[in-house]
C-alpha cells in the first residue's frame, strides 16, 4: 500500500513536471513568433528584456486584470468528475492565479529596478 502511495506521489510529481515544461516551452514560442529579435539575446539581456517589459507597473496592472478574468472564468466551470468527486472539485479551485504577480521588481515609487514606470 504505502509503495503504491509512493508510486502515485512520483506519477503526479513527473505529470506536474511535463505540464510545466510544455507550457514554459508553448510560451517562451508564442514570445519568439511575436519578437523574433529576442532569439539572439543571451539569457541575461532576455532576463533584463523581460523584467523591464513585463515586470513594471502597466504589466503588473494587466496581470492583475487577467488573473481576475481567469478566476470568473474558472467559479463559472466546473469540471464533471467535481460533481461525483466533491475533493475534486476543491483542488481544482483557485490554480489559475496561486501565485502574486512579479512584484518583486517594482521599486516603492512605482518605477521598476531600472527606472521604468
Same mark, same amino acid.
Given at each position: 500500500m504505502q509503495n503504491e502511495l509512493k508510486r502515485?506521489?512520483?506519477?503526479?510529481?513527473?505529470?506536474?513536471?511535463?505540464?510545466?515544461?510544455?507550457?514554459l516551452c508553448r510560451r517562451a514560442g508564442?514570445?519568439?513568433?511575436?519578437?523574433?529579435? *529576442?532569439?539572439?539575446? /543571451?539569457?541575461?539581456?532576455?532576463e533584463r528584456f523581460a523584467k523591464k517589459h513585463f515586470a513594471n507597473n502597466y504589466g503588473v496592472k494587466i496581470l492583475k486584470e487577467l488573473i481576475t478574468e481567469q478566476e470568473k472564468e474558472d467559479a463559472t466551470?466546473?469540471?464533471?468528475e467535481a460533481v461525483s468527486n466533491p475533493?475534486?472539485?476543491?483542488? *481544482?479551485?483557485?490554480? /489559475?492565479?496561486?501565485?502574486?504577480?512579479?512584484?518583486?521588481?517594482?521599486?516603492?515609487?512605482?518605477t521598476d529596478a531600472d527606472g521604468y514606470a
Open positions: 502515485l506521489e512520483k506519477e503526479e510529481k513527473e505529470a506536474e513536471r511535463r505540464a510545466r515544461t510544455k507550457r508564442f514570445i519568439e513568433s511575436l519578437m523574433p529579435d *529576442t532569439i539572439i539575446l /543571451s539569457d541575461d539581456r532576455f466551470q466546473i469540471e464533471p475533493t475534486k472539485l476543491v483542488q *481544482t479551485q483557485g490554480t /489559475s492565479a496561486a501565485k502574486a504577480p512579479p512584484s518583486q521588481y517594482i521599486e516603492d515609487d512605482g
